[in-house]
């Protein structure tokens, strides 16, 4: 498997899944985009990271929770690139909120978690796509989330966003198709990243962890490292006439633990 003479965006690509995928695809001879919105230094050093074993990436700063921040990020990238071959959707957002507690939640939480995990996306998808139908087989693989296949996660209104990306996936390889464009959506379960451990401090971080390892099949809570090769199948030539499919990277989670009876 190789990357070699393609160009991918990558939303969020500073950190966690994002940043692990663009190190991955450069390492594979792909050229790739580092996307953040607030911090430069963490974006460096995944470049730099990126650099020791591939083309040099681009640095693109751009608030893709915005129409003007979408645009600014394929633009800049066209300029640079002139061609794109793939697209990873993979920036998010949440608010933690007990699904049993209504009022946790309001109107703004809502709109601000639906605009920049399902909204950006299509508008990020909107304006990529002439230059992805450009090029034969193209793949446009959104980061989405168990969260969106059971309604589980960090809030409802994280939940929903999901489930939402999930149908456009759906509704998106239908009728990007006929343009040799395939997407595809990754779903992972709770993943041990930096963003997890920032938000819910060392000790529920830990808890979490342990938690997540005794409620799933394989016992194992992912890193982000574990996440990457199914994104990669999807970006990559291997996945060619894969399109429309909702992968759950979860350990077996959602299959739940095998009955004991004894």
């Not at 693989?141 to 999901?162: C, D, E, F, T």
Request: glycine share 10%; net charge neutral; with cysteine.
């Amino acid at each position: 498997m190789n990357f070699d003479g393609k160009f991918a965006v990558i939303t969020g690509s500073s950190n966690g899944i994002g940043a692990e995928a663009a190190k991955k695809i450069t390492s594979l001879g792909g050229r790739v985009t580092i996307n953040y919105s607030k911090s430069k230094e963490l974006a460096e050093e995944v470049a730099h990271e990126c650099s020791s074993v591939g083309i040099t990436p681009l640095l693109i700063k751009a608030d893709v929770a915005t129409d003007d921040g979408c645009k600014y990020l394929i633009d800049s990238a066209m300029k640079e690139f002139k061609s794109l071959n793939i697209l990873i959707n993979n920036a998010g957002r949440t608010k933690f909120a007990s699904h049993s507690d209504l009022d946790a939640l309001n109107r703004v939480d809502f709109e601000n978690i639906l605009g920049l995990n399902l909204i950006s996306n299509y508008e990020l998808v909107k304006i990529a796509r002439p230059y992805l139908a450009n090029n034969n087989r193209s793949s446009i693989v959104n980061i989405s989330s168990v969260a969106g296949l059971k309604g589980l996660g960090s809030s409802i209104a994280y939940a929903s966003s999901k489930g939402a990306l999930n149908s456009m996936t759906l509704a998106l390889s239908r009728s990007l198709g006929p343009d040799g464009i395939r997407v595809n959506a990754v779903c992972p379960g709770f993943v041990a990243t930096d963003w997890w451990k920032n938000r819910l401090g060392d000790d529920k971080f830990k808890k979490t962890i342990k938690t997540y390892e005794q409620t799933n099949p394989l016992g194992e809570a992912p890193t982000a490292e574990d996440i990457v090769g199914s994104i990669i199948f999807f970006a990559s030539d291997l996945s060619n006439h894969v399109t429309g499919q909702l992968l759950a990277v979860d350990g077996g989670l959602l299959n739940g633990m095998p009955i004991k009876l004894d």
